[in-house]
């Protein structure tokens, strides 16, 4: 079997749709696809049947924003119940809180002589059920003419060292896993490779973690290099994590496709996230 188990879509800060998504796993061949949205899962559901009606198997998942002071340890979840009111109130709080952070960098914007509305941020979103993402203001400042290309805007002003990054209402990992345990899911470190901590600062975070029932590692991941990919797995075996993999994909014709890099979920991993 192969999976990519991280897929965004355009419920945070992809550009697929559902069945966008689900299209790009069937041509990347498949057998298994999570979609991990931002600090949402509003379009899990439609995707979950999608997948089904296409003959692939899929997953719950999200990717929970969070943060150890200024530094991002992303948080995947997957197999949780959505029906869960410890889940749906988590989600109401990050989804607020994406509003009081979003009001706040467009006040330092504005400070930068970009002028940018909470509307017009608002308006990029899929629906008003899902958090502001940063963005989707920086695809608001693109429409407006203050840049070319939201990537490039969001490195320029939003990202950690620049002058509008703000990163008030992050939830800690500690906070996201015990809300995707509690909601009877599978809480993994994302992307432990791009993670701003030197090697033994990483190595005692996951320990800690570890402790907290962190389930798995995303050791197999687009941007890690093989002694990367590596390390990490010994880290899992060490700790006794699962190992997952994702591509991280946003939309097409990016250096990132579903599918890859090629991950076998282990027959661990298919048991812990029920999938036969």
């Known amino acids: ?15 697929f749709t559902p069945e966008e998504a689900a299209a790009q796993a069937l041509r990347a061949g498949l057998s298994l696809v999570a ?13 979950n049947t999608v997948c089904e009606n296409a003959g692939i198997k899929s997953v719950n998942g999200i990717e929970i ?6 530094v991002k340890i992303h948080t995947l979840g997957y197999g949780f119940d959505l029906g869960s009111a410890v889940f749906r109130d988590f989600l109401k709080e990050l989804r607020e809180g994406s509003f009081e952070r979003t009001g706040a960098i467009l006040c330092k914007l504005g400070g930068c002589g970009v002028h940018i509305s909470f509307a017009e941020a608002a308006a990029e979103r899929q629906s008003d059920q899902t958090p502001v993402h940063a963005m989707h203001i920086a695809r608001a400042a693109v429409k407006k003419g203050y840049a070319s290309d939201p990537i490039k805007f969001y490195m320029t002003y939003m990202m950690y060292g620049k002058p509008a990054f703000v990163n008030i209402c992050r939830p800690t990992p500690e906070k996201a896993i015990q809300v995707i345990n509690s909601a009877g ?31 798995g590692i995303e050791a197999v991941y687009s941007a890690h290099t093989e002694i990367q990919t590596a390390y990490f ?32 979920p282990s027959e661990a991993l298919l048991q812990r996230l029920k999938i036969c």
């Open 35 to 47: 979609i991990t949205d931002h600090d949402t899962a509003a379009n899990t559901e439609e995707f």
């Open 185 to 215: 899911g599978t809480a993994v470190i994302a992307h432990p490779g791009r993670i701003d901590l030197g090697k033994t600062e990483l190595y005692s975070l996951i320990a800690r973690l570890a402790r907290e029932s962190l389930g």
């Open 233 to 264: 797995r010994e880290i899992a075996r060490e700790f006794g994590l699962l190992v997952t993999g994702g591509s991280d994909t946003h939309f097409s014709g990016g250096a990132r496709r579903v599918g890859s890099p090629v991950f076998h």
């Open 65 to 70: 924003s969070a943060y150890v002071g200024d």
């Open 1 to 15: 079997m192969t999976a990519d188990l991280h897929v965004h879509t355009r419920a945070s800060d992809g550009l």
